[in-house]
């Protein structure tokens, strides 16, 4: 079978799935099945190519939704300055991920006056990355504490912006080299519950109440990621508190940013 008539394939099970679910917010893979009368497996292959071509949105695992209003918020609008950076990292050959709040910006309550970048490199790379951004408009700093970026922040010309450099392995929740917004909030999460960063909890709250107001969260990812960073046990309080689920808090940060949650959501 060509690969046009493959396309044509799909598309017309699209059709069938979009007649007989768009009343759903969202739909599971037996609905799929029941709906386009085929086998679980092809089924499945008919549901992952969709969501690869952003047809539909996988939002955990088994789960589906046709919710294409989050599309425009899921591509990060990002500086000119930034993108070059972006760009010369990519030249260089630098392993990188950016994340953070240049992926979480439509998501903002309060904006902040200065912005500080994300970028986590491979192991081995912070340096290198380092020196490729110190010719740039960008201060690049090393895995700095928050008190290290502060004292930044307070020499460089208001204007200047920081490059908050630190090296992470995972690769999960990354398209070419931008996280995720799962990812990206599960980074700044840590950042600033962990006191990385002079960023505020309460800012991170209000971000991810914005989230799971207008977009279908890929849970899933979202845990996974966590996990990754060691924190999954909190990350799915958080999920399950914005379900009416009330759990134990596992640590004092998990605590103080459901209360912080609860406060917020009244």
């Known amino acids: 079978m060509g690969v046009d008539l493959l396309n044509n394939n799909v598309e017309t099970k699209l059709a069938t799935l979009r007649i007989a679910l768009s009343h759903k917010k969202r739909f599971s893979v037996d609905d799929a099945c029941d ?19 952003s047809r539909i949105a996988r939002v955990a695992r088994g789960i589906y939704t046709f919710d294409e209003k989050s599309k425009d918020l899921r591509v990060p609008k990002l500086s000119k300055e930034l993108t ?19 992926i979480l910006l439509p998501f903002v309550q309060h904006q902040p006056t200065r912005i500080l970048h ?34 930044v922040l307070d020499i460089i010309p208001e204007k200047s912006e ?19 917004i799962e990812r990206a909030f599960v980074d700044l999460y840590v950042e600033t519950t962990r006191g990385q960063i002079p960023f505020s909890a309460q800012e991170v709250a209000y971000i991810y109440l914005n989230m799971q107001a207008v977009l279908s969260l890929n849970t899933a990812q979202m845990l996974r990621y966590a996990h990754d960073r060691s924190i999954r046990r909190e990350i799915k309080q958080i999920i399950e508190f914005q379900r009416g689920m009330k759990t134990g808090a596992a640590n004092k940060s998990s605590r103080n940013f459901l209360k912080i949650l609860e406060a917020i959501s009244r």
Do not use: H
Request: no cysteine.
């Open 162 to 180: 920081i490059v908050v450099l630190r090296e992470k392995s995972s690769r999960l929740g990354v398209n070419d080299s931008l996280a995720s």
């Open 118 to 151: 994300l970028f986590y490199t491979g192991v081995g790379a912070g340096t290198w990355a380092q020196s490729v951004l110190k010719d740039s408009s960008f201060t690049p700093v090393l895995d700095p504490t928050r008190q290290e970026v502060e004292k």
């Open 35 to 53: 709906v386009l009368g085929l086998k679980r497996s092809s089924t499945l292959w008919i549901l992952s190519n969709l969501s690869r071509s």
């Open 84 to 102: 070059k950076v972006i760009d010369r990292m990519r030249q260089e050959g630098v392993s990188f991920v950016l994340t953070g709040l240049d």
